[in-house]
Protein backbone atom coordinates (compact mmCIF):
# COMPACT_ATOMS: atom_id res chain seq x y z
CA UNK A 1 0.00 0.00 0.00
CA UNK A 2 1.00 3.44 -1.24
CA UNK A 3 0.61 6.09 1.83
CA UNK A 4 0.21 9.41 0.82
CA UNK A 5 3.27 11.87 0.00
CA UNK A 6 3.64 14.24 3.21
CA UNK A 7 3.81 18.02 2.43
CA UNK A 8 6.96 19.74 3.14
CA UNK A 9 5.97 22.75 5.77
CA UNK A 10 9.12 24.33 5.00
CA UNK A 11 8.72 27.38 2.76
CA UNK A 12 10.42 25.92 -0.68
CA UNK A 13 14.01 27.28 -2.01
CA UNK A 14 14.18 29.76 1.04
CA UNK A 15 17.84 29.44 2.62
CA UNK A 16 17.17 28.11 6.37
CA UNK A 17 20.80 29.51 7.24
CA UNK A 18 20.27 32.94 6.42
CA UNK A 19 20.87 35.95 8.92
CA UNK A 20 17.24 35.78 10.12
CA UNK A 21 15.84 34.86 13.40
CA UNK A 22 13.56 31.83 13.42
CA UNK A 23 9.89 30.93 15.79
CA UNK A 24 9.98 26.88 16.08
CA UNK A 25 7.12 24.76 17.90
CA UNK A 26 8.48 21.10 18.16
CA UNK A 27 5.57 18.98 19.91
CA UNK A 28 5.66 15.90 21.28
CA UNK A 29 4.52 12.50 19.58
CA UNK A 30 1.05 11.89 20.64
CA UNK A 31 1.32 15.52 22.35
CA UNK A 32 2.01 13.75 25.01
CA UNK A 33 2.40 15.63 28.28
CA UNK A 34 5.97 14.43 29.29
CA UNK A 35 7.97 17.61 29.32
CA UNK A 36 6.67 19.71 32.11
CA UNK A 37 3.96 19.65 34.51
CA UNK A 38 2.27 23.67 34.91
CA UNK A 39 0.37 24.16 38.15
CA UNK A 40 -0.94 26.69 40.21
CA UNK A 41 2.24 26.32 42.24
CA UNK A 42 4.50 26.78 39.12
CA UNK A 43 5.67 25.63 36.36
CA UNK A 44 8.51 22.06 36.68
CA UNK A 45 9.95 20.13 33.83
CA UNK A 46 10.02 16.25 34.04
CA UNK A 47 13.30 14.51 33.46
CA UNK A 48 12.48 14.58 30.12
CA UNK A 49 12.01 18.35 29.89
CA UNK A 50 15.45 18.63 32.10
CA UNK A 51 16.98 16.85 28.88
CA UNK A 52 15.71 18.99 26.20
CA UNK A 53 16.25 21.94 28.11
CA UNK A 54 20.10 20.69 28.63
CA UNK A 55 19.97 20.14 23.93
CA UNK A 56 18.23 23.74 23.80
CA UNK A 57 21.09 24.80 26.03
CA UNK A 58 24.14 23.45 24.36
CA UNK A 59 22.97 24.50 20.67
CA UNK A 60 24.81 28.34 20.35
CA UNK A 61 27.65 26.16 21.64
CA UNK A 62 27.28 23.24 19.26
CA UNK A 63 26.62 26.10 16.01
CA UNK A 64 28.74 29.29 16.99
CA UNK A 65 26.44 30.98 14.17
CA UNK A 66 23.34 30.21 15.87
CA UNK A 67 21.72 31.97 18.89
CA UNK A 68 18.51 30.74 21.65
CA UNK A 69 16.96 34.03 22.01
CA UNK A 70 14.54 32.47 24.01
CA UNK A 71 12.33 29.39 24.47
CA UNK A 72 9.84 27.74 26.76
CA UNK A 73 9.65 24.18 27.48
CA UNK A 74 5.35 23.33 28.24
CA UNK A 75 3.96 20.25 28.62
CA UNK A 76 4.14 18.66 25.28
CA UNK A 77 5.86 21.63 23.14
CA UNK A 78 8.37 23.80 22.96
CA UNK A 79 8.53 27.15 21.48
CA UNK A 80 12.28 28.66 20.23
CA UNK A 81 13.51 31.86 19.01
CA UNK A 82 16.68 30.69 17.16
CA UNK A 83 18.79 33.25 15.47
CA UNK A 84 21.17 32.54 13.06
CA UNK A 85 24.32 35.13 12.69
CA UNK A 86 25.72 33.85 8.99
CA UNK A 87 25.56 31.48 6.16
CA UNK A 88 28.01 29.20 7.82
CA UNK A 89 25.85 25.92 7.48
CA UNK A 90 26.22 23.36 10.21
CA UNK A 91 28.56 20.49 10.78
CA UNK A 92 27.77 17.78 8.33
CA UNK A 93 26.03 20.20 5.76
CA UNK A 94 27.83 21.79 2.52
CA UNK A 95 23.99 23.43 1.86
CA UNK A 96 23.09 26.83 4.63
CA UNK A 97 19.75 26.10 3.80
CA UNK A 98 19.81 23.10 6.00
CA UNK A 99 20.90 25.04 9.25
CA UNK A 100 17.70 25.24 10.95
CA UNK A 101 16.66 21.40 9.99
CA UNK A 102 19.68 20.36 10.90
CA UNK A 103 19.34 21.56 14.62
CA UNK A 104 16.08 20.57 14.65
CA UNK A 105 16.59 17.26 13.65
CA UNK A 106 19.95 16.96 15.51
CA UNK A 107 17.90 18.33 18.58
CA UNK A 108 15.25 15.39 18.60
CA UNK A 109 18.17 12.93 17.93
CA UNK A 110 19.91 13.72 20.74
CA UNK A 111 16.94 14.42 23.09
CA UNK A 112 15.26 10.59 21.82
CA UNK A 113 19.02 8.90 22.80
CA UNK A 114 18.96 10.43 26.50
CA UNK A 115 15.36 9.58 27.25
CA UNK A 116 15.58 5.85 25.44
CA UNK A 117 12.04 7.03 23.82
CA UNK A 118 10.71 8.89 20.29
CA UNK A 119 9.66 11.95 22.54
CA UNK A 120 9.32 14.36 19.26
CA UNK A 121 6.10 13.67 16.78
CA UNK A 122 7.89 14.17 13.26
CA UNK A 123 8.03 17.69 11.84
CA UNK A 124 7.80 20.97 13.52
CA UNK A 125 6.60 24.39 12.77
CA UNK A 126 8.83 27.69 12.02
CA UNK A 127 7.69 31.00 11.02
CA UNK A 128 10.50 33.06 9.60
CA UNK A 129 10.52 36.54 11.43
CA UNK A 130 9.96 39.16 9.48
CA UNK A 131 10.56 42.82 11.29
CA UNK A 132 11.07 43.80 14.99
CA UNK A 133 7.26 43.88 15.74
CA UNK A 134 6.96 40.13 14.78
CA UNK A 135 10.13 39.58 17.10
CA UNK A 136 8.44 41.34 19.80
CA UNK A 137 4.79 39.25 19.39
CA UNK A 138 6.84 35.57 19.59
CA UNK A 139 9.12 36.60 22.40
CA UNK A 140 5.85 37.89 24.03
CA UNK A 141 3.97 34.76 23.59
CA UNK A 142 6.81 32.57 24.43
CA UNK A 143 7.08 34.35 27.74
CA UNK A 144 3.08 33.98 28.53
CA UNK A 145 2.93 30.47 27.48
CA UNK A 146 2.97 29.07 31.12
CA UNK A 147 0.55 31.51 32.49
CA UNK A 148 -1.90 30.71 29.28
CA UNK A 149 -1.60 26.76 29.55
CA UNK A 150 -5.93 25.98 30.31
CA UNK A 151 -5.81 27.93 27.18
CA UNK A 152 -3.57 26.95 24.90
CA UNK A 153 -4.25 25.29 21.29
CA UNK A 154 -2.25 22.33 22.65
CA UNK A 155 -3.23 21.98 25.87
CA UNK A 156 -4.39 18.44 27.27
CA UNK A 157 -5.63 18.28 30.53
CA UNK A 158 -4.25 15.52 33.44
CA UNK A 159 -4.92 12.05 33.35
Known amino acids: MDLPKR ?16 FLTICTKNKACTLADITPQGHVLTSAGKIADKYICSISTAYPCVS ?5 IMPNHIHIILSVSSESGVPGSSRP ?36 NDYLIRWNYIDTNPARWHDDDYYSPPH
Open 97 to 132: TETVPKIVAAFKRFTNKDTAQKLWQDGYYDHIIRDE
Open 68 to 72: VDKYV
Open 7 to 22: KSMRLPNYNYGSNSAY
